[in-house]
């Protein structure tokens, strides 16, 4: 049973067109992130919430915005699609704030 | 003051020898500093991690060493397997529990 999971896998789309992630953890944790890994491999911080609220909010484009309607889940939604929002987008969790973080598998998303 | 540097960036290693990974920061405030391990198309996952009151920290084949005053942390992987090759990332914890990472380490080790 995937403690981490995201769907899809795999997104490729169109410049402009929005888009959006899920994610669900089934591990009760109360902390869940998106990161954002580059072609380079650089992984980086987008957006972390804690209960529902939001705890981090990096210098990232309004496009993007995130949801948390339950602790178990954090989706990502992303407007007006850009060429350079392709990368593979990393849902993970942890118990709280100061805990372990556990990561999903990656969506990887193409912008054509 | 919020970036970690990671060297070196590729590292090829003989089955059984020893890999050495290096981290550098600045924040003094970083409270937790893991290694992550990464294999092609799968999440990080952590590997070890260590406090900065703490010296040295060994699982297994792997150990951080912790140099607080000179602000370096490094992995060393013994007896290194195929099975390691992986990418590995250091990272320092930062407010909010807000991981940053370094730039990354692809490790192959050669059968």
């Known amino acids: 049973d995937t403690a981490v999971s995201q769907t899809p896998k795999y997104l490729v789309t169109q410049m402009g067109n929005d888009k959006s992630i899920k994610c669900e953890q089934n591990?009760?944790?109360?902390?869940m992130y998106w990161y954002k890994q580059d072609s380079k491999k650089f992984l980086k911080i987008m957006f972390s919430?804690?209960?529902?609220?939001?705890?981090i909010n990096e210098t990232v484009p309004n496009r993007f915005s995130p949801k948390s309607p339950d602790k178990a889940h954090l989706n990502l939604h992303i407007n007006s699609l850009e060429l350079g929002d392709s990368a593979v987008y990393f849902c993970?969790?942890?118990?709280?704030?100061?805990?372990?973080?556990?990561f999903g598998e990656g969506s990887r998303l193409t912008v054509l | 003051q919020q970036q970690v540097k990671q060297s070196p960036q590729s590292l090829i290693v003989q089955k059984g020898g020893i890999s050495i990974i290096n981290c550098a920061y600045e924040?003094?405030?970083?409270?937790?500093f893991p290694w992550y391990q990464q294999f092609p198309g799968k999440g990080p996952a952590l590997l070890i991690a260590i406090r900065p009151d703490v010296s040295e920290k060994k699982e297994g084949r792997f150990t951080i060493s912790f140099n607080k005053s000179a602000k370096q942390f490094s992995l060393h992987i013994m007896d290194s397997q195929p099975g390691d090759s992986a990418t590995y990332f250091c990272?320092?914890?930062?407010?909010?529990?807000?991981?940053?990472f370094g730039q990354g380490t692809e490790l192959s080790v050669k059968p």
């Open positions: 990272a320092a914890r930062s407010f909010g529990g807000k991981l940053i």
């Open positions: 591990l009760g944790h109360d902390t």
């Open positions: 919430y804690n209960n529902k609220e939001l705890i």
């Open positions: 993970a969790s942890s118990q709280d704030l100061s805990g372990e973080l556990f």
């Open positions: 924040n003094t405030a970083f409270d937790y």
